[in-house]
């Protein structure tokens, strides 16, 4: 299994706030159409959700993203959010254990080990103890899965729901 580099990590992170920037200029009403990039700090957690949803549920914005290649990204890099816009997950999860670097989540009877860009799992989740559920996205990376970084409030009616449709 793949082991990350610090750099690495920071690549995701650095594609996903090219995103993030990405979406806040497509969603932004009488944009001029000119895409600029945005640093990690300009864009704030609530903001990233929303515009991972968008992005999620529409995927003629991934489409339009790499058809234009506005940010002269690499081939390489390129290909990273390609997987990122046909494998990604954004969905409620079930934590069932995690550990420093790792967490097992569980969606639609399939378990995932996710593993995370900076931050320990412990602090992200504080110390909450598992199973719980969060909302947030998962995306492939070589041949891991790493996390977007944000998770999300849970809706506690979807959370009713799930749990209906695993006792069925």
Same mark, same amino acid.
């Given at each position: 299994?793949?082991?990350?580099?610090?750099? /690495?990590?920071?690549?995701?992170?650095?594609?996903?706030?090219?995103?993030?920037?990405?979406?806040?200029? &497509?969603? /932004?009403?009488?944009?001029?159409?000119?895409?600029? &990039?945005?640093?990690?700090?300009?864009?704030?957690?609530?903001?990233?959700?929303? $515009?991972?949803? %968008?992005?999620?549920?529409?995927?003629?914005?991934?489409?339009?993203?790499?058809?234009?290649?506005?940010?002269?990204?690499? %081939?390489?890099?390129?290909?990273?959010?390609?997987?990122?816009? /046909?494998?990604?997950?954004?969905?409620?999860?079930?934590?069932? /254990?995690?550990? &420093?670097?790792?967490?097992? $989540?569980?969606?639609?009877?399939?378990?995932?080990?996710?593993?995370?860009?900076?931050?320990?799992?412990?602090?992200?989740?504080?110390?909450?103890?598992?199973?719980?559920?969060?909302?947030?996205?998962?995306?492939?990376?070589?041949?891991?899965?790493?996390?977007?970084?944000?998770?999300?409030?849970?809706?506690?009616? &979807?959370?009713?729901?799930?749990?209906?449709?695993?006792?069925?």
């Amino acid at each position: 299994m793949h082991n990350m580099s610090t750099d /690495e990590k920071y690549n995701i992170i650095a594609l996903l706030t090219i995103l993030d920037s990405f979406m806040s200029q &497509k969603l /932004e009403p009488g944009h001029n159409g000119r895409i600029e &990039k945005a640093c990690y700090t300009d864009i704030e957690h609530d903001e990233r959700a929303f $515009f991972r949803d %968008a992005l999620y549920q529409e995927p003629s914005f991934y489409d339009d993203f790499l058809k234009h290649n506005y940010y002269d990204l690499s %081939a390489e890099d390129l290909a990273i959010i390609e997987r990122w816009a /046909e494998f990604g997950i954004r969905d409620y999860f079930l934590v069932e /254990e995690y550990e &420093k670097k790792k967490a097992y $989540f569980v969606w639609n009877g399939s378990y995932y080990l996710v593993h995370n860009l900076i931050d320990d799992f412990p602090t992200i989740f504080k110390k909450r103890q598992a199973p719980f559920w969060i909302y947030t996205y998962i995306l492939p990376y070589k041949d891991i899965i790493v996390y977007d970084g944000i998770v999300g409030p849970i809706d506690l009616d &979807k959370k009713k729901v799930i749990s209906t449709l695993e006792c069925e």
